[in-house]
């Protein structure tokens, strides 16, 4: 590689890591221990134990479980219907009206064998930690934001990777040279960390950088299909008949045998047409169950209008919000995720120490300096 070529690669890096780092280092930080949100938070608030029943006990149907849920809750519709993963629970979501704002909404569990409410469950320990993950807080703008600074941070290891090729043409790889200066040993462990963490750190970045756009991607969803799906029919939302829902879930899974149902929108709802309750289905597997599949039901007279999986863009979301966390294999995976974290943040910090402690001077002049001092070799 040439040295012009080698200066332009110099000033990639060196600035797409400027910009970014600060802001890497709290999403690594943050980031630690969210990967094992689970195990923490079902360390500090455990879930109460259910009611035993006999053994053998079917779940109340969906109907039923509903209008327990909405008996005290006079004036009120329900919004979303969901199902817990590992327990016979199932949660609803109720609201003034369908189009109500989230701090209007309630939310209550109830045991779907005994239709017994279930006490709220207090809020996980790590919430707050993933607000700051994912927006400092701050809303949709700084979300975005750190998906911008993910795609920085992108550029940066690629960048970096190509700087350490003709670094390796003169030594072994993961050498640390611990017969130089402190910088020099600090740069050798900056490049072995960078470079062994380098595809992980694509992935995460990458995966990070599509949930940051869950809103606006969502949205063109919303517009696309589901506009598509809901057709012609505007107004308000319809009333749900009694008997629907457990009707709507029952033609859902025999249009598509195999799945289970994750949640359920009712009419009016943003997931949802104004006509529909939208039957959203998961698969089985520990890679199916991360994708979904909307069937939408008519309201009105119980029929099935479409079963259809969710467009690319939707199914790129869907997979990339757990692997952000490496909630796929459970926690041999979770445990790879927290090194490579820690790895990263050892990448990030020493990158800030070496470019504190810069020589002064142009891109070309740096380049050349680091390649009298064997830092880099000059390929041709």
């Not at 020493?350 to 070799?377: F, Y």
Request: a neutral charge.
């Amino acid at each position: 590689m040439s040295r012009r070529a080698l200066t332009a690669w110099f000033l990639v890096h060196k600035w797409t890591s400027l910009v970014c780092t600060a802001f890497l280092l709290m999403l690594c930080v943050t980031g630690l221990p969210l990967v094992f949100h689970d195990e923490i938070d079902a360390a500090f608030a455990p879930e109460q134990a259910l009611s035993p029943v006999p053994e053998g006990t079917k779940p109340l149907d969906l109907d039923t479980l509903l209008a327990r849920a909405l008996a005290d809750r006079l004036g009120e519709v329900p919004l979303y219907l969901s199902f817990d993963t590992d327990r016979p629970v199932v949660n609803v979501t109720s609201g003034p009206t369908p189009d109500a704002p989230e701090h209007l909404m309630r939310f209550q569990s109830l045991d779907a064998r005994t239709g017994e409410a279930l006490p709220p469950h207090p809020p996980g320990v790590t919430d707050v930690l993933l607000q700051i993950h994912k927006d400092m807080m701050l809303g949709l703008p700084a979300e975005l934001f750190l998906g911008l600074m993910g795609l920085l941070f992108v550029a940066a290891v690629v960048s970096g990777v190509v700087l350490y090729v003709p670094f390796m043409a003169r030594l072994r790889f993961g050498t640390v040279r611990a017969d130089k200066s402190a910088r020099v040993r600090r740069l050798d462990r900056h490049n072995l960390f960078g470079a062994a963490t380098a595809l992980w750190a694509v992935v995460v970045a990458l995966t990070g950088s599509i949930n940051a756009a869950v809103i606006p991607i969502t949205e063109v969803w919303k517009r696309d299909q589901l506009a598509a799906i809901a057709g012609a029919a505007s107004g308000e939302a319809v009333s749900v008949r009694p008997g629907s829902v457990q009707a709507a879930l029952d033609a859902a899974m025999r249009a598509a045998p195999g799945m289970r149902p994750q949640f359920i929108a009712f009419p009016g709802v943003s997931w949802s047409s104004d006509r529909h309750v939208a039957v959203f289905l998961q698969g089985a597997t520990p890679l199916t169950e991360k994708l979904l599949t909307p069937a939408f039901v008519d309201a009105r007279d119980g029929s099935l209008d479409a079963v259809r999986p969710m467009p690319w863009y939707m199914q790129a979301l869907l997979l990339a919000q757990p692997l952000h966390f490496g909630d796929y294999a459970g926690l041999p995976m979770k445990l790879l995720w927290a090194l490579l974290d820690v790895m990263t943040i050892v990448v990030l910090w020493t990158g800030l120490r070496l470019w504190s402690r810069r020589n002064a001077g142009p891109a070309s002049v740096r380049v050349r300096e680091l390649l009298k001092a064997g830092e880099l070799a000059e390929a041709h």
